[in-house]
Every structure is written in C-alpha cells, then in structure tokens.
Nanobody, 124 residues
Framework: QVQLVESGGGLVQAGGSLRLSCAASGRTFSRAVMGWFRQAPEKEREFVAGISWSVGSTSYADSVKGRFTISRDSAKNTVYLQLNSLEPEDTAVYYC?????????????????WGQGTQVTVSS
C-alpha cells in the first residue's frame, strides 16, 4: 500500500510563506509525475503545480505562478511546495498526488494515489 502524507499547513497572514511536504512511503511504486492540488470550501479541486519525478520539469496554475515553487528530493521520496506571497484566496486544503505513468498533469482523475490533505489558511 502506497501512502502519501502531507504536512506543513497552517495559519499564516497574507504575504506570508509556508512550505508543504509530501512524503511517500510503503511499497516501491512508479511515480512519473507528482502534483499538488487544492480545494476550497464549496469549490472544485484544482491543479496547483506538478513536477516530473525523473526530469524535474514543472508546471503551475496561472494563479500561483511566480509565488509557488514545486520541488522534489528523490533520496527522501518527498515532494515540496513552497508557498510565498500568500493571499486569502489561497486558503484551501492542499493535496499531493502521484501518477504512475505520465498523463494529463492538470487532471485530478489522472492521478493514482492521493494524500489526506493539509489545511492552509491565509488571514487578511
């Protein structure tokens, strides 16, 4: 059983920063792409950022480009999301997810494994 465990969420003031982590554990699995998604109350889950595990190429939603940075540490089986210049609109539960084979990065249905989520709350 593969497990993805997020951490690092919390309450921060607008303009502040957080770093989210997603650690993978369990049996060895193929993870071609790791992604971060978020879901705010009464809104659909949306793509935030993705990274190719082998190459390290990245993709971002327009709403976070220039403020958020995704990275990975292969030795630690961990993917990170650095959140800078946070805005109240960034408030959501943030989820990490893994694709076993590269598919549409921005499509949540294309991901095979999901974490439980971590809450990010940005106060104005």
């Amino acid at each position: 059983q593969v497990q993805l465990v997020e951490s690092g969420g919390g309450l921060v003031q607008a303009g502040g920063s957080l770093r989210l982590s997603c650690a993978a554990s369990g049996r060895t699995f193929s993870r071609a792409v790791m992604g971060w998604f978020r879901q705010a109350p009464e809104k659909e889950r949306e793509f935030v950022a993705g990274i190719s595990w082998s190459v390290g190429s990245t993709s971002y939603a327009d709403s976070v480009k220039g403020r958020f940075t995704i990275s990975r540490d292969s030795a630690k089986n961990t993917v990170y999301l650095q959140l800078n210049s946070l805005e109240p609109e960034d408030t959501a539960v943030y989820y990490c997810a893994a694709q076993s084979a590269p598919r549409a990065w921005r499509d949540s249905a294309a991901y095979d494994n999901w974490g439980q989520g971590t809450q990010v709350t940005v106060s104005s």
